[in-house]
Structure formats: structure tokens, C-alpha cells
């Protein structure tokens, strides 16, 4: 006898294969095929487009948060068979943004009704982009050391100060921004408030890195007017809201360190580079044995991801279990790209060619060099390890 959940599975399946248009089953090759959504926002195509509106018409691009804000209601339990049907068709997810994995959790915790009606249903339908204003010019790993300030001016607040690292700021509708409201407390003067970036006074200056290519940008703040309205939480106790956040950040981040659906680029540059012996399988057995250690780690980390969601929807996930899987996700990630310039040999090393895709494997190794900076620097995430999970003496 089928149970519900063998009834939904069955269902989303069929859903899935008459509405996902077959170019929406290809790997990602670009930042084009990538969905941010946002009032900027170009489809690459009418399948990208199409892609989207369906899956928001029916609330899956945020499956499991409530139906009155846009989403699709499910339980913890569809929303893992709606997961896995995707990866079985290997479809690409309709629509990323830091509104669904960061912006979204801490208003569905902390933000008043009205707050949620008015953000969180434009999130879902990818009709707002958001960028996180956190890191300062000199409060990176101090995050609390931040001076960005908040004056009260009555109904509204004065913002000025200067963010940096801020992921395509210059792409962004709206601003979810930390300020210092009071000055007699460093952790407990910050508040986290929202804003849209068209307001007088931002603006932004992208910041180059050595891959020739960047997401972030400096972002300034001249007298910028926010409403009070537009404040989360409570006054002053932003910082709490900012710790739930950074949780959701981290669990984002980890995920770099699951391969992409739809192929394997390490195995596949591998093969085309040294080619399969007269056995099957990889020439090189030193690469050989590197590759199948780093599959072995990836899998493992892959069901640790599996075990870790499960228990973060649940309530159950240690507070510091972020942490951890960010860390060794990025560690995954970096490591990922290491053997695909391993692998590629000199072929790896073309930076503009056409067959190269214009160096996107060498530009993409050495974006992974931030991956354990930015969310929080190793380090650190390190020092919460030891201290929360294995409870090391300071």
C-alpha cells in the first residue's frame, strides 16, 4: 500500500517531468545559466524563465516555508523528496539567492508579519535580489568591531559608513545591513535593518580580484534614510539576528563542497587529459587514486549534508554544527579545483581561450581561495569548533 509520501514522490516526479523544460536538465557552463532573479534581472532564455515561473507559481522555489509567504508548505520530509527528484533529473535549481538561504530564515524567525508579507512572497518569486552588508574595512573576523552607524532621526534612521565584500552589491535591489545604533555596547548596539539599494546616498564600486573576475564591491553609505519599519528585531539587539543568519550563511557556503548535478568536470578533464588505460580507468594511477580519495570524502560529506539539514529543519543541528560544514565544504571545494588543475595539465592553464571557456577552470581555482575567508575565515571557524563541539579548553 503506498503511503502519502510515496503518493507525493510519485506525483512530484510526473510534475517535475512534463514542467522542466529539458534545457533546464543541462550543467550550469556559466554565470548566465545561473538564476538570481531581481528588478535587473535578464532571462538567458525562455526556458530559464519558464523554469522559474512555474516553480514560484507553485512554491517550490522555497518548498518549505509557509504557503502565505510565498511558498510551497511542505514538510521536512516532501521537501527532501522534492530535493532528491530534482537531482534525479538533474534540473536546475529555478533560483538562487541570498534572499532564499540567508534573508529568508532570520524574517521568518525575527520579522514581523507585515515584514514577511512584504518580502519574503517578492523573495520566493525572485522579484527582489538582496546583498548582505556585514564585513567592514576594519570589522572582517571582528564582525562585532562594525561602525557603520544609525542615527535616530525620529521615524527613520541615518545611515552612514562603508561596507566591503559585499556579493554583487552592484546587482542587488535591497540591502539587509548591520548599523550601530549604540555606541556604549559593541555587540549590543548593533542593529540589522533593511534598505533598498536605489535609496540617495548608496553606492557601490566593484572590487577586483586575481581571477579577473569578482562578485564583490565596496558599498558606501551617504546619509542614507531607512524607515523604521524596515528595522528586524528589536533595537539594538540586531546581533542576534545576525548570529541566526550567519548559521544559514555557512550552511549555504558548505554546500560548495558537493559536486554540480549533470556530470563530474574533475573526472571528465581527467579522462580527456590522460586518457583510460587499456583496463578502463584512469592512465594515471598517482591522479587516479587522488581523484578516488577526493569522490570518497565528497560522498561522505555528501550524507553528512544529508544528516545536517535534517536535523537543522528539525531544530535538532548543534548550534556550531555550521561551522563544521563550512569548513570542510570550502576545504572540499578548494580541493575539488585543485585536481582539476592537476588533471588539466597545461590545458588548465588557458585563461581566454574559447576551449576553455574563457579560463573558466583557472579563474574558477583561484575564486576558491576565498571560500575560506569569506562567511567567516577558517580560522574561525576552527576556534568554534574547538570550543563548542569538542569543548577544548581557550
Known amino acids: 500500500m503506498m503511503t502519502d509520501l510515496d503518493t507525493f514522490r510519485t506525483e512530484t516526479r510526473a510534475w517535475l517531468a512534463e514542467n522542466c523544460p529539458p534545457e533546464m536538465r543541462k550543467p550550469v557552463r556559466s554565470e548566465d545559466d545561473v538564476c538570481w532573479g531581481g528588478r535587473q534581472f535578464k532571462p538567458s532564455s525562455p526556458a530559464q524563465k519558464d523554469w522559474l515561473d512555474k516553480m514560484a507559481a507553485k512554491g517550490w522555489t522555497v518548498p518549505d516555508w509557509p504557503k502565505a509567504y510565498g511558498g510551497g508548505g511542505l514538510s521536512p520530509a ?74 535616530d532621526k525620529g521615524d527613520h534612521y541615518l545611515v552612514n559608513g562603508q561596507k566591503v565584500w559585499t556579493s554583487y552589491a552592484d546587482k542587488a535591489d535591497w540591502i539587509f545591513c548591520l548599523v550601530r545604533t549604540d555606541k556604549t555596547s559593541k555587540q549590543g548596539g548593533i542593529s540589522f535593518v533593511l534598505f533598498d539599494m536605489a535609496s540617495p546616498g548608496v553606492s557601490t564600486k566593484p572590487i577586483l580580484l586575481i581571477s579577473g573576475n569578482s562578485p564583490f564591491c565596496e558599498t558606501f553609505f551617504d546619509n542614507v534614510e531607512v524607515p523604521k519599519v524596515n528595522r528586524v528585531y528589536e533595537e539594538n539587539k540586531g546581533w542576534d539576528v545576525a548570529k541566526y543568519l550567519l548559521g544559514h550563511e555557512r550552511e549555504m557556503i558548505s554546500g560548495m563542497g558537493l559536486a554540480s548535478s549533470g556530470g563530474n568536470p574533475l573526472i571528465d578533464g581527467a579522462i580527456a587529459t590522460v586518457g583510460l588505460g587499456h583496463d578502463g580507468r584512469l592512465a594515471d594511477p598517482l591522479l587516479r587514486a587522488s581523484i578516488a580519495l577526493f569522490e570518497v570524502r565528497a560522498k561522505a560529506f555528501g550524507a553528512m549534508s544529508e544528516q545536517f539539514i535534517d536535523e537543522l529543519k528539525a531544530g535538532k543541528a548543534h548550534p556550531a554544527q555550521p561551522s563544521m560544514m563550512k569548513y570542510y565544504g570550502t576545504e572540499l571545494n578548494k580541493g575539488r579545483y585543485e585536481l582539476m588543475m592537476a588533471a588539466g595539465g597545461s590545458d588548465a592553464l588557458e585563461w581566454d581561450s574559447d576551449r576553455s571557456r574563457g579560463g573558466a577552470i583557472p579563474r574558477s581555482w583561484l575564486r576558491t581561495k576565498a571560500n575560506s575567508i569569506e562567511g567567516g575565515t577558517s580560522e574561525i571557524q576552527l576556534n568554534i569548533i574547538a570550543k563548542r563541539i569538542l569543548e577544548l579548553p581557550a
Do not use: V
Open 78 to 151: 516532501e521537501t527532501k523528496i522534492l530535493r532528491e527528484e530534482m537531482a534525479a533529473i538533474k534540473a536546475r535549481n529555478p533560483l538562487n539567492s541570498f534572499g532564499i538561504s540567508m534573508l529568508g530564515p532570520a524574517l521568518l524567525k525575527y520579522g514581523t508579519e507585515e515584514q514577511k508579507l512584504d518580502h519574503l512572497t517578492k523573495i520566493a518569486r525572485g522579484e527582489i535580489r538582496w546583498c548582505q552588508g556585514y564585513s567592514e574595512p576594519n570589522a572582517g573576523s571582528d564582525l562585532a568591531g562594525l561602525a557603520t552607524s544609525a542615527e
